[in-house]
């Protein structure tokens, strides 16, 4: 009787272990799955990010963001904002420095032209003293 229980006890320790590495490689087999998945989203999110920079020229790049947005989790979305943020501080300098560019340029242009005008000025005010003098 004592080597009948033993036998039994051996037969579910084998069953046992044998279900254990089944459950093991099942476990296995579902984190390679998992890891599969969250290399993916990974990849999908850096091409988003970079897709991102591109869109921000179309008509149509907030309808492209928003659904970006919604497809990525909490910290990617946080991500893109600060990304957008970023763009938006560094167009806003471009245009302001392109502003003040123009601005330097037109005074620049406007003093020439005076410049060139008072020079005119002279020489006909000199022609007329002369031909005064002629007269």
């Not at 999908?44 to 920079?53: F, S, V, Y």
């Not at 123009?102 to 002279?122: C, F, M, P």
Request: charged share 40%; hydrophobic share 35%.
């Amino acid at each position: 009787h004592e080597r009948e229980h033993d036998r039994e006890i051996s037969e579910l320790a084998a069953k046992h272990a044998e279900e254990m590495e089944e459950l093991r490689a099942e476990l296995k087999e579902e984190q390679r799955h998992l890891l599969d998945e969250l290399r993916q989203q990974m990849a999908a999110t850096h091409r988003a990010e970079h897709e991102q920079a591109q869109l921000q020229s179309q008509t149509l790049h907030s309808l492209e963001l928003e659904a970006l947005r919604l497809t990525l989790n909490n910290m990617h979305t946080s991500q893109l904002e600060l990304t957008q943020s970023n763009l938006r501080k560094e167009k806003e300098t471009a245009l302001m420095e392109l502003r003040e560019m123009l601005n330097d340029k037109r005074a620049q242009e406007v003093a020439i032209l005076q410049s060139r005008h008072q020079l005119e000025w002279e020489k006909i005010k000199e022609q007329c003293l002369k031909e005064k003098e002629d007269l």
